[in-house]
């Protein structure tokens, strides 16, 4: 009995420690395909995801160290992906651990997109109307929205068959998260950069003289940033009033977008007018008004001259 028991603690710590080295090796995998395989990003149920193909997925595996020829196997627990069938199997293998799983692309077509399109259509036939008094770079820009506005939206949803495809269709959501190199070259330099700071009495005079004159230099470039945020806003403020809501000037109008420091700058100014459409009621006046004007010219005419 005593020998029983003695063989199941050492069986129980083969396994565990079989368990343990087959994790690290999935791990390592799932780590090298987290960073190489180029990802996009959406939102599910209010949470930013990152998601991608599964034949991205194969191709990645097929190029790694896993999938070249040695004497000695580089791992022993994951398989020599020699065949896009094998890698398959262990991309199945990581769906089953929870590395990722499979979703379904879904497209968004609503009451508020139809409205939209409505809208986009009617402004459409207004700017065909005035296109003879457009200058060629507003052109440019209304064909630019149009091309967006024909891109199509779409939601992703959790799949579910949560099953691996070797396909650029069918789409899978990392949940595995490691952290990158990036994340540890920043927590190092931000604790560099705190005991720098607890250090600072004893720096040298012009060390001192430097971070002083850095700091006034970045406080202006803030202050730069808010007073061109202010002015914007005067100037729109105050043409709209001027012009009776008519004029929406925009000083730097990509400033808030998603863009690169040069383009957020880009173009200068931007200047757009809005018509005033006409109500029935004064349309109705005046064709009542020309209507009096036109029976007095011909009244006058019909009365003969008593000379």
């Known amino acids: 009995?005593?020998?029983?028991?003695?063989?199941?603690?050492?069986?129980?710590?083969?396994?565990?420690?079989?368990?343990?080295?087959?994790?690290?090796?999935?791990?390592?995998?799932?780590?090298?395909?987290?960073?190489?395989?180029a990802t996009k990003k959406a939102i599910i149920k209010g949470e930013n995801i990152e998601y991608f193909p599964g034949?991205?997925?194969?191709?990645?595996?097929?190029?790694?160290?896993?999938?070249?020829?040695?004497?000695?196997?580089?791992?022993?627990?994951?398989?020599?992906?020699?065949?896009?069938?094998?890698?398959?199997?262990?991309?199945?293998?990581?769906?089953?651990?929870?590395?990722?799983?499979?979703?379904?692309?879904?497209?968004?077509?609503?009451?508020?997109?139809?409205?939209?399109e409505g809208a986009a259509s009617k402004k459409g036939v207004a700017k065909k109307k005035e296109a003879g008094n457009v200058s060629p770079r507003a052109k440019d820009t209304e064909k630019d929205e149009e091309v967006k506005r024909k891109k199509k939206k779409f939601r992703l949803q959790p799949h579910e068959h949560q099953k691996f495809f070797d396909s650029i269709e069918d789409f899978y959501v990392w949940h595995f998260n490691p952290p990158s190199r990036q994340s540890y070259f920043l927590g190092v330099l931000v604790l560099f950069g705190a005991v720098a700071g607890t250090l600072y009495p004893i720096w040298p005079e012009s060390s001192q003289l430097l971070i002083h004159y850095g700091s006034w230099l970045l406080l202006c470039i803030v202050a730069g940033i808010i007073g061109i945020f202010?002015?914007?806003?005067?100037?729109?403020?105050?043409?709209?009033?001027?012009?009776?809501?008519?004029l929406y000037f925009w000083l730097f109008p990509n400033l808030n977008e998603d863009l690169g420091v040069i383009e957020s700058f880009k173009p200068l100014y931007s200047l757009k007018k809005?018509?005033?459409?006409?109500?029935?009621?004064?349309?109705?006046?005046?064709?009542?008004?020309?209507?009096t004007k036109a029976d007095a010219t011909t009244n006058n005419e019909e009365t003969p001259d008593d000379t």
């Open 1 to 37: 009995c005593k020998h029983k028991a003695v063989n199941m603690k050492g069986k129980d710590k083969d396994s565990a420690s079989d368990d343990a080295k087959r994790k690290k090796e999935m791990d390592g995998v799932a780590k090298h395909m987290r960073f190489t395989i």
């Open 55 to 116: 034949s991205k997925a194969i191709d990645c595996l097929l190029e790694s160290k896993w999938a070249k020829e040695t004497d000695e196997p580089i791992a022993e627990f994951v398989p020599y992906m020699g065949a896009r069938t094998v890698a398959a199997d262990f991309c199945q293998r990581l769906i089953d651990k929870g590395y990722f799983s499979r979703v379904r692309k879904v497209e968004v077509k609503g009451k508020e997109e139809k409205e939209a």
């Open 274 to 291: 809005r018509k005033v459409k006409k109500s029935k009621k004064n349309k109705q006046s005046t064709d009542c008004d020309d209507a």
């Open 230 to 246: 202010v002015l914007r806003a005067v100037l729109f403020i105050l043409l709209w009033c001027l012009s009776a809501g008519r």
